[in-house]
Protein backbone atom coordinates (compact mmCIF):
# COMPACT_ATOMS: atom_id res chain seq x y z
CA UNK A 1 0.00 0.00 0.00
CA UNK A 2 1.36 3.55 -0.73
CA UNK A 3 1.41 6.33 1.32
CA UNK A 4 -0.42 9.48 0.10
CA UNK A 5 0.57 11.35 -2.53
CA UNK A 6 2.47 8.76 -3.58
CA UNK A 7 5.06 8.66 -0.60
CA UNK A 8 6.76 5.67 1.30
CA UNK A 9 4.31 2.94 1.69
CA UNK A 10 2.15 2.46 4.69
CA UNK A 11 2.11 -0.71 6.34
CA UNK A 12 -1.30 -2.14 6.39
CA UNK A 13 -1.21 -3.63 9.84
CA UNK A 14 0.17 0.32 11.48
CA UNK A 15 -2.24 0.88 14.17
CA UNK A 16 -2.65 4.57 12.87
CA UNK A 17 -6.88 5.51 13.18
CA UNK A 18 -8.81 6.37 16.10
CA UNK A 19 -12.58 4.94 15.98
CA UNK A 20 -14.07 7.93 14.06
CA UNK A 21 -11.70 7.85 11.64
CA UNK A 22 -12.02 4.40 11.07
CA UNK A 23 -15.60 5.25 10.95
CA UNK A 24 -15.31 7.96 8.18
CA UNK A 25 -12.66 5.82 6.10
CA UNK A 26 -15.16 2.72 6.11
CA UNK A 27 -18.60 4.49 5.33
CA UNK A 28 -19.74 4.02 8.97
CA UNK A 29 -21.23 5.52 12.66
CA UNK A 30 -18.52 4.89 14.91
CA UNK A 31 -21.42 2.93 16.98
CA UNK A 32 -21.13 0.15 14.67
CA UNK A 33 -17.46 -0.67 14.98
CA UNK A 34 -17.75 -1.03 18.60
CA UNK A 35 -20.98 -3.37 17.70
CA UNK A 36 -18.29 -5.16 15.40
CA UNK A 37 -15.51 -4.79 17.61
CA UNK A 38 -17.43 -6.46 20.15
CA UNK A 39 -18.86 -9.36 17.92
CA UNK A 40 -15.46 -10.35 16.98
CA UNK A 41 -15.82 -9.06 13.55
CA UNK A 42 -13.12 -6.43 13.43
CA UNK A 43 -10.60 -6.40 16.68
CA UNK A 44 -8.37 -3.22 16.81
CA UNK A 45 -5.45 -2.90 18.40
CA UNK A 46 -6.02 -0.67 21.69
CA UNK A 47 -3.39 2.19 23.24
CA UNK A 48 -2.21 2.44 26.23
CA UNK A 49 -5.06 4.44 27.63
CA UNK A 50 -8.15 1.66 26.04
CA UNK A 51 -8.61 3.35 22.68
CA UNK A 52 -9.65 1.56 19.86
CA UNK A 53 -6.63 2.45 16.97
CA UNK A 54 -7.26 0.82 13.41
CA UNK A 55 -5.44 -0.03 10.75
CA UNK A 56 -5.37 0.12 7.22
CA UNK A 57 -6.23 -3.69 7.17
CA UNK A 58 -9.33 -3.25 9.74
CA UNK A 59 -10.12 -0.34 7.34
CA UNK A 60 -10.54 -2.68 4.50
CA UNK A 61 -11.70 -5.37 6.45
CA UNK A 62 -14.64 -3.06 7.68
CA UNK A 63 -15.99 -2.27 4.25
CA UNK A 64 -15.82 -5.92 3.36
CA UNK A 65 -18.20 -6.88 6.62
CA UNK A 66 -20.22 -3.63 4.97
CA UNK A 67 -20.30 -4.95 1.21
CA UNK A 68 -20.92 -8.85 2.63
CA UNK A 69 -24.38 -7.37 4.87
CA UNK A 70 -25.72 -5.06 2.65
CA UNK A 71 -24.67 -6.34 -0.95
CA UNK A 72 -24.81 -10.12 -0.58
CA UNK A 73 -27.54 -10.42 2.51
CA UNK A 74 -25.15 -11.94 4.42
CA UNK A 75 -25.75 -12.43 8.36
CA UNK A 76 -23.10 -11.71 11.03
CA UNK A 77 -22.75 -14.97 11.98
CA UNK A 78 -21.82 -15.76 8.34
CA UNK A 79 -19.85 -12.93 8.17
CA UNK A 80 -17.61 -13.99 10.60
CA UNK A 81 -17.60 -17.35 9.52
CA UNK A 82 -16.33 -15.96 6.37
CA UNK A 83 -13.53 -13.63 8.42
CA UNK A 84 -12.19 -17.03 10.34
CA UNK A 85 -12.21 -18.84 7.09
CA UNK A 86 -10.27 -16.35 5.47
CA UNK A 87 -7.44 -15.90 7.45
CA UNK A 88 -7.20 -19.55 7.97
CA UNK A 89 -7.07 -20.09 4.80
CA UNK A 90 -4.28 -17.38 4.85
CA UNK A 91 -2.24 -18.85 7.31
CA UNK A 92 -2.29 -22.43 5.44
CA UNK A 93 -1.03 -20.50 2.54
CA UNK A 94 1.96 -19.17 4.50
CA UNK A 95 2.98 -22.55 5.98
CA UNK A 96 2.74 -23.69 2.14
CA UNK A 97 4.99 -21.21 1.03
CA UNK A 98 7.29 -21.77 4.00
CA UNK A 99 7.18 -25.27 3.65
CA UNK A 100 7.93 -25.16 -0.10
CA UNK A 101 10.90 -23.35 0.67
CA UNK A 102 12.08 -25.13 3.10
CA UNK A 103 11.57 -28.38 0.21
CA UNK A 104 13.30 -26.44 -2.15
CA UNK A 105 16.38 -25.98 0.57
CA UNK A 106 16.75 -29.41 1.52
CA UNK A 107 16.55 -30.74 -1.62
CA UNK A 108 19.37 -28.90 -2.64
CA UNK A 109 21.21 -29.42 -0.13
CA UNK A 110 20.47 -33.12 -0.82
CA UNK A 111 21.99 -32.49 -4.40
CA UNK A 112 25.12 -30.48 -3.04
CA UNK A 113 25.97 -33.70 -0.58
CA UNK A 114 25.25 -36.23 -3.16
CA UNK A 115 27.57 -34.14 -5.57
CA UNK A 116 30.18 -34.15 -2.66
CA UNK A 117 29.94 -37.69 -2.49
CA UNK A 118 30.08 -38.10 -6.05
CA UNK A 119 33.13 -35.87 -6.15
CA UNK A 120 34.77 -38.06 -3.26
CA UNK A 121 35.45 -41.34 -5.43
CA UNK A 122 38.63 -42.58 -5.85
CA UNK A 123 39.39 -43.46 -9.54
CA UNK A 124 42.37 -44.16 -9.08
CA UNK A 125 41.60 -47.60 -7.62
CA UNK A 126 39.90 -49.12 -10.74
CA UNK A 127 41.26 -47.83 -13.85
CA UNK A 128 38.16 -47.39 -16.13
CA UNK A 129 39.10 -46.86 -20.23
CA UNK A 130 35.57 -46.15 -21.96
CA UNK A 131 37.21 -47.28 -25.51
CA UNK A 132 37.96 -50.36 -24.64
CA UNK A 133 35.82 -53.60 -25.36
CA UNK A 134 34.05 -55.34 -22.44
CA UNK A 135 34.89 -58.57 -21.63
CA UNK A 136 32.84 -61.24 -19.77
CA UNK A 137 34.36 -64.35 -18.97
CA UNK A 138 32.42 -67.50 -18.32
CA UNK A 139 33.96 -70.64 -17.12
CA UNK A 140 33.28 -73.95 -19.60
CA UNK A 141 30.40 -76.49 -18.38
CA UNK A 142 31.95 -79.01 -16.19
CA UNK A 143 31.43 -82.59 -17.09
CA UNK A 144 28.19 -84.40 -15.72
CA UNK A 145 29.72 -86.97 -12.94
CA UNK A 146 26.65 -88.49 -12.23
CA UNK A 147 26.62 -90.59 -15.90
CA UNK A 148 29.53 -92.69 -14.64
Excluded: C
Amino acid sequence: MTGAFGGPPVDPDARVFVISVAAELAGMHAQTLRTYDRLGLVTPHRSAGGGRRYSPRDVALLREVQRLSQDEGVNLAGIKRIIELTNHVEALQQRLTELTDELLATRAAAAAATAGVHASYRRDLVPVRRDTALVVWRPAPRPDRSAR
